[in-house]
Every structure is written in C-alpha cells, then in structure tokens.
C-alpha cells in the first residue's frame, strides 16, 4: 500500500523560504513520477510542480523561478524548495505519485495527506 507523508510546513513571512519533503513507502519510488499540488481555502488543487523518473522537472507559470521540486529515490523522498514565497503561495500542499510527471491530479493515484503553509504579508 502506498504511503505519502508530507512534512515542513509552517507559517513564514513574505519573502522567506520553505523546504517540504515528501516521504514514500509501499511503493518502488524510482518506478514513479512524483508531484506536488495546492489547494487553497475554496478553491481547486492546483499544479504546483512535478518531477519524473529521469528527473525532468515541470513548474507551473506562478512558481517557476522561484520554487525548485527534486528527488532522492535513495531516501525515498521529494523534495519542494520554496523561495520567495508571497501570501497566494498559502495553501495546504500535497505530494501526489503517479506513471508520468503530468499536470492534472487525476493523473496520480496515490496522495499524501497534505501540509499547510502559510505566509503572512
């Protein structure tokens, strides 16, 4: 059974930097693409970043430049460094795994239960 557990989230202030990690189990983790979504306070998930079994990495228009998503299949883990962050960047976080790096969340099949992160102005 796969296993996702997320971890660093908190509250900063405008301009501070993030690191959340993503830790899987149950599952053979370099056979997998890996994501990480956000769902803000009454809207949808939204892509955030997604990084594929050769390491190529996927941004989404709003945090390219400023958020970087990488992987440590020796550890089991993903990671999302997030710098710069600003007040639309709050929003609970998930971890999302699946076959390919794609964009949309029913392309992935296995979710965490999400870290909230919060920045204040």
């Known amino acids: 059974q796969v296993q996702l557990v997320e971890s660093g989230g908190g509250l900063v202030q405008a301009g501070d930097s993030l690191s959340l990690s993503c830790a899987a189990s149950g599952v053979t983790f370099r056979d997998y693409a890996m994501a990480w979504f956000r769902q803000a306070p009454g809207k949808g998930r939204e892509f955030v970043a997604s990084?594929?079994?050769?390491?190529?990495?996927y941004y989404s228009g709003s945090v390219q430049g400023r958020f970087s998503i990488s992987r440590d299949n020796a550890k089991n883990t993903v990671y999302l460094q997030m710098n710069s962050l600003q007040p639309r960047d709050t929003a609970f976080y998930y971890c999302?795994?699946?076959?390919?790096?794609?964009?949309?969340?029913?392309?992935?099949?296995?979710w965490g239960q999400g870290t909230q992160v919060t920045v204040s102005a």
């Open positions: 990084i594929s079994r050769s390491y190529a990495a």
């Open positions: 999302a795994a699946g076959p390919t790096a794609a964009k949309r969340p029913d392309d992935y099949s296995a």
